[in-house]
């Protein structure tokens, strides 16, 4: 049987840029989820775009209530601009969104390119929920840099976890 082997390269502390495109309602919250990054945070879709036009972001999350339900607008505005179209977007049910099911909101936002659809009623406002909210973005961004670097042509960046 073969043994297993992880080969991991000293990782340079990550310091990225997001947009957080927000409602008040979660405002506390995600700045206790997102606070260790670089966040500007944007409550109409005027500062968005304009946030967006004046320097790159590595991450924009945006609030299905974001400006009175204008999250898919945000959205295609992302999509549609050749610079910003490869930027990751999360887009999260808050508490302030539909009580019905989101599916197809969620199916929307992906159709329409955003990485990830979270609901935030999913995981409770408390530490242990937090905590993984916390963990699921760093694990997006950690991704989202290695993919950026193999994109990139630097393959060196990118290790394998298991070898021979």
């Known amino acids: 049987m073969g043994t297993f082997v992880a080969s991991f ?3 340079e502390p990550l310091n990225p840029r997001v947009l957080v495109a927000e409602v008040p309602s ?3 919250r995600l700045r206790a989820i997102l606070g260790e990054y670089d966040c500007t945070r944007v409550r109409t879709l005027p500062e968005a775009r304009r946030a967006l036009a004046r320097e790159p972001y590595n991450l924009v999350v945006i609030c299905v209530q974001f400006n009175e339900s204008r999250m898919f607008e945000l959205l295609e505005h992302i999509v549609n ?3 910003l179209v490869d930027t990751p977007v999360v887009c999260l049910r808050d508490e302030e969104g539909p009580a019905s099911p989101p599916a197809g909101i969620a199916l929307s936002a992906k159709a329409l390119g955003a990485r990830f659809f979270l609901d ?3 995981l409770p406002d ?5 905590a993984r909210l916390r963990q699921l973005f760093h694990h997006l961004l950690l991704l989202e ?3 950026n670097a193999y994109r990139a042509g630097r ?3 990118v290790r394998p976890v298991c070898g021979r």
């Open 120 to 122: 935030l009623r999913k």
């Open 145 to 147: 840099a290695d993919m």
């Open 155 to 157: 393959r060196d960046d």
């Open 26 to 28: 979660v405002a506390a």
């Open 9 to 11: 390269r000293a990782v």
């Open 126 to 130: 408390s530490e242990t929920g937090n």
């Open 81 to 83: 601009d050749e610079r």
